[in-house]
């Protein structure tokens, strides 16, 4: 019984008289406090340990258990360090917590939803996702999100109809522009194909369009060798009966977004659907073999 309780109770009574005595007896911030806490755990499952090897218990698995414990929180201390989201949520599922000690009907309830979200978070991984975006500014977002989060290739289409050049890239969109460049940096490899009016295309002409094409090409270009720009013509892709004339958007074969026509279907977001990206993959190649690189 008394392994029992130094196992499974001992940790976290521990943690939260510790960080509890932090925030009031020192004016700890929350954060302050839940650091100053795991350290008070791993101190004392090193004194523990120190104790067994004093008294020649000669017990390793016990020694081997509290070591263990000791690495479980201290990746847990790493984690609250490095991963900012995972500190935001950690504090406030602390001050839910706080909010509902005086009420355990309401604190068992919050025990529920947050074991759920968990569980729902394991099965997440790796599985299927595919949703119909009506809105094109959530699609934008889900696209933002994976630009920033890409390890290996972005491979991108820009097809410029209705207008959807100026509607994507309003304002030269610089912060779109710089996600581009940070990735590129830290070794993504990125190819966007734009395909616009022959007009808009040519190095003198005086279109607003044309211009702020210009700069963004410019812009993504002056970031290195990771990024390929290539144009081509709206009218020669229309040209194409196999090929839509929707942009779309592919990220790690992982993820593969397309834009809808505003006519005949919405657009979508995918996550882990390997056909979907093989699609995409060769209408990207299909267009590329029209396109010339600048």
Request: net charge neutral.
């Amino acid at each position: 019984m008394n392994n029992y309780f130094t196992k499974f109770f001992l940790p976290p009574i521990i943690l939260i008289v510790s960080t509890y005595i932090s925030e009031i007896i020192f004016n700890a911030s929350l954060s302050e406090a839940v650091i100053a806490g795991l350290s008070v755990v791993v101190i004392t499952y090193g004194y523990q340990i120190l104790q067994e090897v004093k008294d020649h218990k000669g017990e390793s698995l016990t020694i081997s258990s509290h070591i263990k414990e000791i690495v479980g929180v201290l990746k847990i201390h790493n984690a609250f360090f490095d991963e900012k989201w995972l500190k935001s949520i950690f504090s406030e599922i602390v001050e839910i917590i706080q909010t509902t000690k005086n009420n355990p009907h309401d604190l068992q309830r919050v025990r529920g939803i947050v074991s759920k979200s968990i569980q729902e978070s394991k099965e997440a991984i790796g599985s299927p996702f595919f949703i119909e975006e009506k809105n094109e500014l959530e699609r934008m977002v889900h696209i933002n999100r994976a630009m920033n989060n890409a390890q290996k290739y972005v491979s991108a289409v820009t097809v410029d109809v209705n207008d959807y050049f100026e509607n994507f890239w309003q304002g030269a969109n610089e912060s779109y522009i710089n996600e581009n460049i940070a990735a590129s940096k830290r070794g993504v490899f990125i190819e966007r194909i734009f395909v616009m009016e022959e007009k808009f295309l040519k190095s003198n002409s005086k279109e607003n369009k044309a211009k702020k094409l210009r700069v963004i090409i410019n812009s993504l270009k002056r970031s290195g060798k990771n990024i390929k720009i290539y144009i081509t013509s709206l009218e020669k892709i229309r040209q194409q009966s196999n090929l839509n004339n929707v942009s779309f958007f592919i990220c790690d074969d992982v993820v593969a977004s397309e834009a809808g026509d505003d006519i005949e279907y919405f657009g979508y977001f995918s996550h882990n659907k390997p056909e979907v990206v093989e699609n995409l993959r060769d209408r990207f190649e299909a267009i590329k073999l029209l396109s010339r690189e600048i």
